[in-house]
């Protein structure tokens, strides 16, 4: 009789990290992949699940979401963090970064010590590896669709009542530029956090010395971001060119094709490539609403408008409404990304990132059996997390 907690899935499109094969079977053995085997020397012991010829690939890994299905991060209920997480395993997406919005201290402080106790408990839906904390040491000036009402500096005093809950916090996104910024980047460092530049006016020296000091991640490229400025005769670049051209940094890229048309994604993908290149959704509860539908992020008000968020004044996007599934596609068909390329950008590249890809990211021996199967046009057929079915 065949061991329920040891199973494989056949006939399918494998997606591995450089190639798609196929004839091989993913097996399963309880919470980890056993193996990428030969379909035909399958034993009897061994139950099948037949996919039916559809894509199988890694559980997709967002490092950047902010909410769905108009919940936020930045509430601390069960009831918005089981939404979130559960709108998102449906969609592909086995594990993220709770990530929250600027707002003020206090209030993130309450989201960060709900992170703690979720995480602490068993739940069903995409599971959550940390908080991704952006903000609210931004720029003004590049706030974007962020509460400029609480925006800050690092050198405040303010960063402690954060810090205090540093075991939780995977990635922390901020403005090199600003007072304090050079500390702050060296307290993450020590704490294991990843330091993220964002929302930022930044000169390239001023990025340079954050990076010197142990800055190796930049988010969302073109978004929020300084570029290119003239002193005199004098060319300055800004924190855009600095994420082209620096060999030592990964960067974020919203692929939902309302952020950037496609040449600048394609500019992105050829300067930086697809190992160090991860897209993200960026996703706000407006995330699986249609047209039309308000939505809140911190204090201020925003409205989906053809498929992306909008502020109500159409000043500035306002995050996306596209899950990190549906940027797949938009990756393949727009940017000319091939299939194993754009689905590591999505996975392993995002698990490398924040230091998880020894157990995420890939379809593996010994990793975390964390899988989703799509049909063609990437939505998701089945999800396993852990080794259980999702959906």
Request: hydrophobic share 45%; proline share 5%.
């Amino acid at each position: 009789m065949p061991d329920k907690n040891r199973f494989a899935l056949v006939n399918g499109r494998i997606v591995l990290p450089d190639r798609v094969v196929m004839g091989k079977a993913v097996l399963i053995e309880g919470t980890i992949i056993a193996g990428i085997v030969e379909a035909d020397l399958l034993g009897d012991d061994v139950a099948r699940v037949d996919v039916n010829g559809r894509v199988i690939t890694p559980g997709l890994i967002d490092i950047h979401t902010h909410g769905a299905l108009g919940h936020t991060f930045n509430e601390p209920t069960a009831e918005a963090f089981g939404a979130i997480t559960a709108e998102n395993a449906r969609r592909g997406v086995t594990a993220l970064l709770a990530t929250t919005a600027t707002a003020p201290i206090p209030d993130l402080a309450a989201s960060l010590a709900f992170a703690r106790q979720w995480m602490q408990e068993d739940h069903n839906g995409a599971q959550l590896l940390g908080v991704h904390v952006e903000g609210p040491y931004f720029n003004v000036a590049q706030a974007g669709a962020q509460d400029p009402a609480n925006v800050r500096n690092p050198d405040d005093c303010s960063v402690d009542q954060l810090l205090a809950y540093h075991d939780v916090i995977r990635q922390f996104t901020y403005a090199p530029e600003l007072p304090g910024a050079v500390e702050l980047t060296k307290r993450l460092v020590e704490l294991g956090i990843v330091a993220a530049a964002g929302h930022s006016s930044a000169k390239e020296e001023e990025v340079a010395a954050a990076i010197d000091t142990g800055l190796h991640h930049i988010i969302h490229i073109w978004s929020a971001q300084s570029t290119t400025v003239r002193e005199g005769p004098w060319r300055k670049p800004g924190l855009l060119e600095v994420s082209l051209v620096y060999d030592n940094l990964t960067v974020e890229m919203i692929a939902d094709n309302k952020h950037l048309p496609s040449t600048l994604m394609k500019l992105a993908y050829k300067c930086i490539g697809p190992d160090r290149l991860c897209i993200i959704s960026d996703a706000t509860s407006g995330a699986g609403l249609p047209d039309g539908s308000r939505f809140r992020m911190g204090g201020l008000e925003y409205e989906v408008d053809d498929g992306v968020g909008m502020m109500l004044d159409r000043s500035s996007f306002a995050g996306s409404s596209t899950l990190l599934n549906e940027m797949i596609p938009i990756l393949i068909e727009r940017v000319g990304v091939p299939l194993p390329e754009a689905v590591r950008m999505a996975s392993l590249t995002p698990a490398r990132v924040i230091g998880v890809a020894d157990r995420k990211g890939s379809l593996e021996a010994g990793k975390d059996a964390d899988i989703a199967i799509f049909n063609d046009d990437f939505t998701a057929w089945r999800v396993l997390i852990n080794g259980r079915w999702a959906t």
